[in-house]
């Protein structure tokens, strides 16, 4: 995936957090991905950290979806967090 494409998707990802955080789910489901200080405007960031911020954002949602509604399996949101700390590994 091309770096403006993996922007793209990081920002429909947070759009999806918006939606979430106006219907009353927590902000604290998002923790980690406001932690990371990335956000889809920063274009002089490089891709990977596009790409960890597009996961953890993946991660957090999959868990508001697991916990809150069990649309996604919480084995799904799992494998999603370990997929972001290798993409987090694969940074440093």
Known sequence: MYKDELINLHQLMVYLMKFFVDYGVPDSFFKEYNDLSISPHH????????????????????????ENDE??????????????????????
């Open 71 to 92: 649309i996604v399996p919480i084995n799904v949101a799992k494998r999603l967090g370990k997929l972001a700390e290798r993409c987090k590994r694969d940074l440093e």
């Open 43 to 66: 274009i002089h960031r490089t891709k990977g950290e596009h790409k960890y911020a597009v996961f953890m954002l993946a991660w957090s949602i999959s868990r508001v979806l697991a």
